[in-house]
């Protein structure tokens, strides 16, 4: 397999010491024929902490005049020098170099780690004596369970060898293959819910990898009244029934849970579940892939990750995603539309790929496959995890949540949000991109609230103490819990979009700004009388979504993984086709909580647009002899301004009234565009400014609109595309959950 799973990905396995998740495993520099003399080699023993990954040390030991490596999340493999000071895996099986550092007095002090990527991650020498870690081993069984049609399904159980009493199981189902599933890999991957003791199975789900049957993309929910239907429901049901009776040693409990697809499959867990199914864990799930996850949010196509997904799924009974040998801006800008980008592929020929290019609009394709209409009782407790730039499924973990809210009499649905892109929880880190925490989120979180959650459910043990929702306050960097998500203390208040490219909290009918300068207003309207902002979209250059080359999804050395943390200045400068407004520099501390709504009052000169806002904390440029907000490593006189997204998404205008039946915007007409940004809990600090930016292409993430109404956006043609003059009115604005 030459990219790692979704999986892998989503839960960021050894992150802290290994290669990054974000790319392939690659071959190690081989080891050269350089020896290290001996009695050197007791200088490199001790414990080393890594700067952004703190809360898992790596340990250099001494056995038989050999170096060995190993973390609390990486079995030891024994070193081998490439060069002076410089160590590589001698099996090869885990590539990263190693390059020790020596202080002024000589002495080894510290070490960086080289990912495949290139990426750095030094650490510091905290302890001259080797760390130790307790690692329980398991016995690994593999099996073939029948489901009710017949089918089996192949799964992986690991019981551990110190067993003394009955256990629970803890169960993930997955697309992504579980041979791998080792001692190793779960003391890797789990580190914390081992120590608790269960029995762990995973399972390929119909269809892939070594399980029997056919699989289909986010399959449909069927009438659980007919026992000769099936779905990932019933195939789970099966499994944890016949689980339950055929391991040794079980306690009858058993929790479900997972990231992403695997979050999908634990949602469906939960939806008329086995009786011993006490406890799911759905992680960024896939809730409705048209309304809000992968592949569309709110009618607009998510393109590149549409068609490299598909490829990656569809096109083989395992993995197989790929790569493209140009920019993706180009090679989707040159094919036109999705249809000939697909033609050119293969994707137009698979399952997934067909539903695209027919079903464009939220019909019975899409619909059948939204869980959120399963989702009418709290059945068994409910840990819901996302994160707050999740650049996969933002929307699964809050819309479950939000609909299961009602259903709650007994105070068993809750949700955890944190600073985090897609599974980055199941790392160990204090960072995303260039945006510093100042401690390891992801380890508080399983520290916290993961494995506690299963202990007290399937132990009967432990202190989960989580109320109903807990989340990490951005900005401020903070935990914080509350009763109620949003937070019923937030207010809403309309924080107003002002044609002089101003923002305020007040109502622009009685208390308008007073006027920027002829120069300034020129920029942005070019008319100071006007009551809207103005920008022109073309099509024909599209704005990029993230900085430029744009790799295929999971091809080696993408920045899939941090684009929402890019920084907007950058990626926008230069550019006009898109609007822009600013508070002015804050003078106190500005903390919103809850659900950002953007209502837009709009016309386009076209006859359809997509509609993209942002809301954006702008950092204010800080010298280089203080910290710097992005980090502590200033590398200028000044650490210029940063704009970093709080949260943003898109709507395509011919949904303004239906999802099912879009319609032509009639051109030059305002029309109100309302809808959600999704989450987010974050203090604008002082000394900080707001801003909104709005655009009408986000590319090539989201397809192209023509501008011009045409029935399938997917088959446009060349002549359909056309630049038009879009305008955002003054009484449009954002609705803020403002914390008192």
């Not at 520099?29 to 902490?49: D, F, I, Q, W």
């Not at 049901?237 to 634990?266: E, Q």
């Not at 009763?483 to 490219?501: I, T, V």
């Not at 011009?708 to 959950?737: C, E, G, K």
Request: with cysteine; proline share 8%.
């Amino acid at each position: 397999m030459t990219v790692p799973s979704r999986l892998r990905t989503a839960l960021l396995i050894l992150c802290a010491i290994l290669c990054t998740a974000s790319t392939p495993a690659q071959p190690s520099p081989a080891p050269t024929s350089y020896r290290v003399p001996a009695e050197k080699l007791p200088t490199y023993v001790g414990a080393y902490r890594f700067d952004d990954s703190p809360y898992y040390p790596l340990s250099i030991s001494l056995i038989d005049g050999k170096l060995f490596a190993e973390s609390q999340r990486m079995p030891r493999q024994e070193l081998a020098p490439s060069a002076p000071d410089t160590f590589v895996p001698a099996s090869g099986s885990h590539p990263f170099i190693l390059k020790f550092t020596l202080s002024a007095d000589g002495k080894i002090s510290g070490l960086t780690r080289i990912a495949p990527d290139k990426s750095t991650h030094p650490a510091q020498k905290v302890d001259s004596e080797p760390q130790t870690f307790i690692k329980p081993e398991f016995a690994r069984q593999e099996v073939m369970i029948p489901v009710r049609d017949g089918i089996k399904l192949h799964a992986i159980i690991l019981v551990p060898k110190d067993a003394t009493a009955a256990l629970p199981i803890l169960m993930q189902r997955t697309p992504y293959g579980v041979d791998e599933s080792t001692s190793d890999s779960v003391n890797s991957r789990f580190p914390e819910l081992v120590h608790d003791h269960y029995i762990f199975v995973f399972e390929d789900i119909r269809g892939r990898y070594e399980s029997e049957g056919t699989f289909v993309m986010s399959r449909a929910m069927v009438d659980h009244t007919n026992p000769k239907l099936v779905d990932e429901s019933t195939d789970t049901y099966d499994t944890v029934a016949w689980l339950v009776k055929n391991i040794p040693n079980n306690n009858g409990r058993v929790g479900v849970f997972g990231i992403s697809y695997p979050g999908f499959l634990a949602q469906a867990a939960g939806i008329d579940p086995h009786p011993a199914v006490k406890a799911i864990s759905p992680q960024a799930p896939m809730i409705d892939v048209w309304m809000g996850d992968d592949f569309f949010h709110n009618g607009a196509f998510r393109q590149t990750y549409g068609h490299d997904y598909t490829l990656g799924m569809e096109s083989s009974k395992e993995n197989a995603f790929g790569k493209l040998d140009e920019d993706a801006y180009d090679f989707f800008l040159k094919a036109g539309s999705f249809a000939a980008a697909a033609k050119q592929t293969g994707v137009d020929k698979l399952p997934t790929g067909i539903g695209f290019l027919k079903n464009p609009a939220y019909d019975d394709f899409w619909r059948s496959r939204g869980v959120e209409w399963h989702l009418d009782k709290v059945a068994v407790p409910t840990l819901l995890v996302g994160g707050f730039w999740d650049q996969e499924d933002m929307y699964g973990p809050q819309e479950a949540y939000a609909l299961l809210e009602p259903h709650d009499s007994n105070r068993e649905n809750f949700l955890v949000l944190g600073p985090w892109n897609h599974g980055q929880w199941g790392g160990s880190s204090n960072h995303l991109g260039d945006i510093y925490f100042g401690e390891a989120t992801t380890d508080d979180y399983r520290v916290r609230y993961e494995a506690p959650f299963f202990n007290r459910y399937l132990h009967d043990q432990g202190s989960f103490t989580l109320r109903d929702t807990a989340t990490f306050e951005t900005g401020s960097n903070k935990w914080k819990q509350y009763s109620h998500w949003p937070p019923p203390e937030a207010k809403s208040e309309n924080l107003y979009l002002f044609p002089d490219g101003a923002l305020g909290f007040a109502d622009p009918a009685r208390a308008m700004l007073p006027p920027m300068t002829g120069a300034q207003v020129a920029a942005m309207t070019g008319n100071t009388n006007k009551n809207y902002t103005e920008y022109v979209s073309d099509p024909a250059n599209p704005i990029p979504y993230r900085h430029r080359p744009i790799q295929a999804t999971y091809a080696e050395g993408s920045h899939w993984y941090t684009w929402m943390v890019e920084d907007q200045r950058t990626l926008l400068a230069g550019r006009h086709d898109f609007a822009s407004w600013s508070s002015k520099v804050l003078e106190h501390d500005v903390t919103i909580a809850g659900d950002v709504i953007a209502d837009l009052f709009a016309s386009t000169s076209g006859t359809d647009a997509d509609w993209v806002v942002k809301l954006i904390d702008e950092y204010p440029a800080t010298p280089a002899t203080t910290t710097s907000p992005l980090g502590d490593q200033p590398t200028a006189d000044t650490t210029p301004s940063y704009q970093l997204i709080i949260n943003a998404e898109i709507f395509r205008g011919r949904y303004r009234t239906s999802f099912d039946h879009p319609s032509a915007i009639p051109a030059n007409q305002i029309e109100e565009y309302k809808w959600s940004l999704h989450a987010a809990d974050h203090t604008f600090i002082k000394g900080h400014k707001i801003v909104v930016q709005v655009q009408s292409t986000w590319f090539p993430l989201y397809d192209r609109n023509p501008q011009t109404f045409v029935p399938n956006i997917m088959v446009a043609a060349p002549s359909d595309f056309h630049p038009a003059t879009q305008r955002i009115y003054a009484n449009s604005h954002l609705i803020l959950p403002v914390l008192p």
